[in-house]
T-cell receptor, first 117, second 114 residues
Framework: NAGVTQTPKFRILKIGQSMTLQCTQD?????MYWYRQDPGMGLKLIYY???????DKGEVPNGYNVSRSTTEDFPLRLELAAPSQTSVYFC????????????????FGPGTRLTVT | DQQVKQNSPSLSVQEGRISILNCDYT??????FLWYKKYPAEGPTFLIS?????DKNEDGRFTVFLNKSAKHLSLHIVPSQPGDSAVYFC?????????????FGRGTQLTVWP
């Protein structure tokens, strides 16, 4: 049981290039999330998905796109990379958040460190 | 606008003593709170959580306290160990309307020295 895996671990992009950050989970979670963490800041939600074929924007979606064709995979696409997208990107997954009183947590991958120069 | 705030960027504690990490929130709709621990070059790992229907939750050396009227929660680690040195993130969720989205604080770097 690998949990949440992310590839690549590191990447340097030139301004204007594009790339896809891969995320896969093997826990059969319906909910998946992409966050970015800038230095000295908390994690901010980019996009999330509540199941295959269903995605929605988070707090900071500009410059990114996602798709969810399977339960396991939730890739994040960067088009026309900009220096402001230099960050560490984390993918997470969870079961349905449930109702009041039920326990709930998100499981995180190890992150992708992206530098845009 | 930061809905979850961790006002102390760092905390230094001697091994064996208590570590107290604090977190404040502004959204009264938050009904679930979590603490995550993060080592360098790794993803955050879940530590402990508390629902808004409780005011305390304990798991071994870790206890989370929730004061809803003050919109404040704290994480107590007793006794602190050098392996606890990490960044601790407080997170909150309004599970009913935000589908489990987590709002994170900026984190507190805990250093436990021998």
């Amino acid at each position: 049981n690998a949990g949440v895996t992310q590839t690549p671990k590191f990447r340097i992009l030139k301004i204007g290039q594009s790339m896809t950050l891969q995320c896969t989970q093997d826990m059969n979670h319906n909910y998946m999330y992409w966050y970015r963490q800038d230095p000295g800041m908390g994690l901010k939600l980019i996009y999330y998905s509540v199941g295959a074929g269903i995605t929605d924007k988070g707090e900071v979606p500009n410059g990114y796109n996602v798709s969810r064709s399977t339960t396991e995979d939730f890739p994040l696409r960067l088009e026309l990379a900009a220096p402001s997208q230099t960050s560490v990107y984390f993918c997470a997954s969870s079961y349905f958040p449930g109702v009041a009183g039920a326990s709930y947590e998100q499981y995180f991958g190890p992150g992708t460190r992206l530098t845009v120069t | 606008d930061q809905q979850v705030k961790q006002n102390s960027p760092s905390l230094s504690v001697q091994e064996g003593r208590i570590s107290i990490l604090n977190c404040d929130y502004t959204n009264s709709m938050f009904d679930y709170f979590l603490w995550y621990k993060k080592y360098p070059a790794e993803g955050p790992t879940f530590l402990i959580s508390i629902s808004s229907i409780k005011d305390k939750n304990e798991d071994g050396r870790f206890t989370v306290f929730l004061n809803k009227s003050a919109k404040h929660l704290s994480l107590h680690i007793v006794p602190s160990q050098p392996g606890d040195s990490a960044v601790y993130f407080c997170a909150a969720s309004d599970r009913g309307s935000t589908l489990g989205r987590l709002y994170f604080g900026r984190g507190t770097q805990l250093t436990v020295w021998p």
